[in-house]
């Protein structure tokens, strides 16, 4: 695969883009419209004009800052997932429970916290924006409890709202995902909870792609059950109806799957070197996947028409961040990633960190 097309798989992730007592909402004044629901979409890209990496004059030093200016925000604990929202991001602290905006050189506000079981691979692990964002402010987040995993919804002044209760709660694979497919159909990605049998069931809840219709009017009818049989949970993410995009880690691979339109599932690539699949970020020509043992981010290119992965993906940034764990677009072509080194791996003095990786320069290398 050519550097000119990773170039532009990289660069079309773009995207079109509460709270609790006690915390102050924050000021999303500056934010474009979030209605729909944040979507990513592939754009062709001029080559001769790729994305330029972040740039910044002299950075400060101290504590918590980190001097490369790729870098967003620093002293993180191990993060969860994250969405990008006008010129930053929310980013969730899995074992802490908490929800951050975090903006280029400015440091991390919280603006919620909910309180979870984050002892095992659980906790806060994803986050998601309401369809209607702008009007109503909403959140929804993917968190393990005492008893089990479920989506909650935050609304400012009030405390959280169960959506979706009773996912099977393990000694592992508790680990979730959601995104919104539609304004009215959330994609709720269950972890096996250490129970491969219970991810083969019907019956469980347990290792699911589920599809919760009408997740704004608070509990909901029981979801439909799209996919079986997923393993340790990576992240789902989507460019359209015709194409979602599932990361899961197996026993014996790591894999990126898709679900068309019609609902049909496709295996696009295995890794039998597990290297550790987490959070992706789609477009209608690829998908960026944040990898945590091969300590990179790669990028699958796919046909714009049949969606096939016929080479393998192309690493950017490899070692240079340690651990990566959530992904999601931004609107300047760059992929936001959150590392996952304080638990997982080797920390560093300013980890846990969000970083801005930009996609590879045409005819260049991509990032040191």
Known sequence: MSLVVVGRVAASLALGSALLTGCARFDDSASSPFTPEPTLHGAEIDPKKPSQPPTSTTRPSGPCIDPDPAVVATCLDTTGGLVTLGDGALVAERRTGRILKVVPEQPPV?????D???????????IALSPTYREDGLMYAYITTAGDNRVVRIAEGGPPKDILTGIPKGSSGNRGAIEFASPDQM??????AGDPGAAASTSSLAGKLLRVNSPAAGRTPAPEIAVSGIGIVGDVCHAGADSIWITDRTP????LQRVD???AVTTAWTWPDRPGVAGCAAAVDGVAISLTRAKALAIAAADPNTHAVTAAPTLLAQD???????AA???DGTVWVATVNKTDGQPGP???RVVRIPPPQAGGGGPD
Do not use: C, H, M, P
Not at 187 to 192: A, D, E, F, I, P
């Open 110 to 114: 919280e603006i919620a916290e909910l």
């Open 116 to 126: 979870v079981d984050g002892s095992t691979d659980g906790g806060l692990s994803d």
């Open 187 to 192: 994609l709720v990605l269950t972890g096996n």
């Open 252 to 255: 014996t691979e790591d894999r």
């Open 261 to 263: 339109g019609a609902g």
């Open 320 to 326: 240079k961040y340690g651990q990566l764990g959530g």
């Open 329 to 331: 677009a931004g609107a």
């Open 350 to 352: 300013f980890d846990d």
